[in-house]
């Protein structure tokens, strides 16, 4: 969906605490060149990536990314679960929702834990 109320409704559901982070170098696995974005939010369940190129809801792909602060390489699949455009109407950044698919559950707990730490 393309709605800019989408992201509204997913914030709604979540079941995870998120915080604010910039994670420099989500790579997307098995491709030689980095993701066109930068992850603004995380939780233990899924992060958000901004990007002027969106993906689209459905996509799924395999990606890795270290969290500043901690020592944790996060390697996982995800699927892309909300996307929005860029539109000059509307302050809200361009980019897409993804949820992890097959994280670890030490590694989430190291997430949750991390997260709730900087509340």
Known sequence: ?????????????RRALRSPIIVFKVKQEGA???LFGYAKD???TGLFITSI???TPGEQF???????????????RC???WMRKYDPKI???????VRFLDIPED?????DAWVTQKK
């Open 42 to 44: 995380i939780s233990c």
């Open 32 to 34: 030689p060149e980095h």
């Open 91 to 97: 302050k809200a950044e361009a980019g897409y929702g």
């Open 1 to 13: 969906m393309e709605s800019p109320e989408t992201p509204k409704k997913a914030l709604n559901r």
């Open 79 to 81: 699927e892309v679960v």
């Open 53 to 55: 190129n969106p993906r």
């Open 107 to 111: 590694v989430a707990q190291t997430i």
């Open 62 to 76: 395999a990606i890795s990314f270290q969290i500043p602060d901690i020592q944790i390489k996060v390697r996982c």
